[in-house]
């Protein structure tokens, strides 16, 4: 295996955030343990209400994270019920999010070569949630269950920073909610306690520069859409 990065590492913090992107496809490279641990060690700098820092993780690899690739595999192979304690997306979709939801998902799907109707072409890109895309890095997220709406705006944050650290390092990520869909499954090979919600998981590595669907960029609403300037 070549030892170059796969992308070069960002060498500022407005580069690591604008080069971020959800990768789908990873080298069979191992992320060092030290360089993983400097990661999510800086990631831990995350504001956080009173400094509570609500998080907790299981970053698992080599022989755990094919068993539990294997396990989650199995449970969508199995058409498993989902297991999700919580609602991530809408209820009820409506515009401009239901638009925006179906252009990044038709923009993958056809980079991926899935044509539009294809159930079973979906359900396989959707699976490969649950091998984490192939990368060398699982990582599990979950937070106390009697902990309130605010410190889950502190996790993204500290999802964030995960994401742009890695980045930082020339390594990729892919935040994924659907890990949570499996979580008794999380909960068996991970020893993860029933006080504890699984919020979601999230694939790192070296992004495959191969995988077509890493060639996805999804678009960005300009200011004018969400921003309300209040000046002079």
Same mark, same amino acid.
């Given at each position: 295996m070549p030892e170059q990065e796969s992308r070069p590492a960002a060498g500022s913090a407005a580069e690591a955030i604008a080069s971020r992107r959800s990768i789908r496809g990873f080298l069979d490279r191992p992320v060092p343990r030290p360089m993983l641990e400097a990661i999510l060690a800086l990631a831990a700098r995350a504001p956080s209400g009173s400094n509570i820092q609500p998080w907790k993780l299981h970053a698992v690899t080599g022989a755990p994270l094919a068993r539990l690739k294997a396990a989650l595999m199995a449970a969508h192979d199995a058409g498993a019920p989902s297991q999700r304690e919580y609602e991530y997306y809408p209820t009820a979709w409506r515009e401009p999010y239901l638009?925006?939801?179906?252009? #990044?998902?038709?923009?993958?799907?056809?980079?991926?070569?899935?044509?539009?109707?294809?159930?079973?072409? %979906?359900?396989?890109?959707? %699976?490969?949630?649950?091998?984490?895309?192939g990368a060398p890095v699982g990582l599990v997220f979950t937070i106390d269950r009697d902990l309130e709406q605010g410190s889950w705006l502190d996790y993204g944050m500290f999802l964030q920073s995960i994401m742009i650290a890695a980045r930082a390092e020339g390594l990729d990520t892919c935040p994924q909610a659907a890990?949570?869909?499996?979580?008794?499954?999380?909960?068996?090979?991970?020893?993860?306690?029933? *006080?504890? *919600? #699984? #919020?979601?998981?999230?694939?790192?590595?070296?992004?495959?520069?191969?995988?077509p669907a890493n060639r996805l960029v999804s678009e960005r609403a300009p200011l004018q859409d969400f921003v309300t300037f209040h000046a002079d």
């Amino acid at each position: 295996m070549p030892e170059q990065e796969s992308r070069p590492a960002a060498g500022s913090a407005a580069e690591a955030i604008a080069s971020r992107r959800s990768i789908r496809g990873f080298l069979d490279r191992p992320v060092p343990r030290p360089m993983l641990e400097a990661i999510l060690a800086l990631a831990a700098r995350a504001p956080s209400g009173s400094n509570i820092q609500p998080w907790k993780l299981h970053a698992v690899t080599g022989a755990p994270l094919a068993r539990l690739k294997a396990a989650l595999m199995a449970a969508h192979d199995a058409g498993a019920p989902s297991q999700r304690e919580y609602e991530y997306y809408p209820t009820a979709w409506r515009e401009p999010y239901l638009a925006r939801r179906r252009q #990044v998902g038709w923009q993958l799907y056809a980079l991926a070569g899935v044509a539009r109707g294809d159930r079973e072409g %979906g359900l396989r890109q959707q %699976g490969r949630n649950f091998d984490f895309f192939g990368a060398p890095v699982g990582l599990v997220f979950t937070i106390d269950r009697d902990l309130e709406q605010g410190s889950w705006l502190d996790y993204g944050m500290f999802l964030q920073s995960i994401m742009i650290a890695a980045r930082a390092e020339g390594l990729d990520t892919c935040p994924q909610a659907a890990i949570a869909n499996y979580s008794d499954v999380l909960r068996r090979e991970l020893g993860i306690p029933a *006080t504890e *919600t #699984v #919020v979601c998981g999230m694939a790192l590595g070296w992004a495959d520069p191969d995988e077509p669907a890493n060639r996805l960029v999804s678009e960005r609403a300009p200011l004018q859409d969400f921003v309300t300037f209040h000046a002079d």
